[in-house]
């Protein structure tokens, strides 16, 4: 996959998940290691037309912060550990738009980020076999909950790293 639609957070947020990181690093469990963030869509390409289209709901809708609040863990062949947000009406209705705006304009988007599917999160490490991820647990309980206020939602190419900002929340 290539583009993610992404939400960034203000300043204070961004510190509070990079203190996490640095206590996974002193656990000997290498830290996500990007910006934090929430990713509400993947597609292997939002064409052009489909991130105006974005701009303009994006625009429309309330963005409302998070709480992330639930340590937890993906299975999979690339076990990832997380910091959960708490789900309410809000941040489905600014899912749910998204997508609305995304069916049919993205090349190749991946199920797991579709309404009834997704899990919103901000990774917090990824690819852990089972003994780092009870380290890694270990090091971040009893996790504390972290107020999460969006201040961009972004294109974000995941091969190279590039934001595209669709919109500044203030």
Same mark, same amino acid.
């Given at each position: 996959?290539? %583009?993610? #639609?992404?939400?960034?957070? $203000?300043?204070?947020?961004?510190?509070? =998940?990079?203190?996490?990181? @640095?206590?996974? %690093?002193?656990? /000997? =469990?290498?830290?996500? /290691?990007?910006?934090?963030?929430?990713?509400?869509?993947?597609?292997?390409? =939002?064409?052009?037309?489909?991130?105006?289209?974005?701009?303009?709901?994006?625009?429309? #809708?309330? =963005?409302? %912060?998070?709480?992330?609040?639930?340590? /937890?863990? *993906?299975?999979? $062949? @690339?076990? &990832?550990?997380?910091?959960?947000?708490?789900? $309410?009406?809000?941040?489905?209705?600014?899912?749910?738009? &998204?997508?609305?705006?995304?069916?049919?304009?993205?090349?190749?988007?991946?199920?797991?980020? !579709?309404?009834?599917?997704?899990?919103?999160?901000?990774?917090?490490?990824?690819?852990? %076999?089972?003994?780092?991820?009870?380290?890694? !647990?270990?090091? #971040? *309980?009893?996790? @504390?909950? &972290?107020?999460?206020? &969006?201040?961009?939602?972004?294109?974000?190419?995941?091969?190279? /790293? $590039?934001?595209?900002?669709?919109?500044?929340?203030?």
């Amino acid at each position: 996959m290539a %583009d993610a #639609l992404v939400f960034h957070f $203000d300043d204070e947020t961004e510190s509070r =998940i990079r203190e996490l990181w @640095e206590r996974l %690093d002193a656990a /000997g =469990i290498p830290g996500a /290691g990007h910006r934090p963030r929430v990713t509400l869509a993947v597609a292997g390409s =939002i064409p052009p037309p489909a991130r105006k289209a974005l701009r303009g709901e994006l625009e429309l #809708l309330s =963005i409302p %912060d998070l709480w992330l609040h639930t340590l /937890g863990a *993906l299975p999979g $062949d @690339e076990r &990832v550990l997380l910091l959960g947000a708490v789900v $309410d009406t809000e941040l489905l209705a600014v899912h749910s738009a &998204v997508h609305d705006v995304l069916a049919g304009e993205v090349k190749n988007p991946s199920a797991y980020y !579709f309404p009834g599917a997704w899990v919103p999160c901000c990774v917090l490490t990824k690819g852990l %076999d089972t003994d780092q991820l009870a380290r890694a !647990f270990t090091a #971040l *309980l009893p996790p @504390e909950p &972290v107020r999460a206020a &969006v201040r961009e939602v972004s294109v974000l190419d995941t091969r190279t /790293g $590039d934001t595209d900002v669709l919109l500044q929340v203030t």
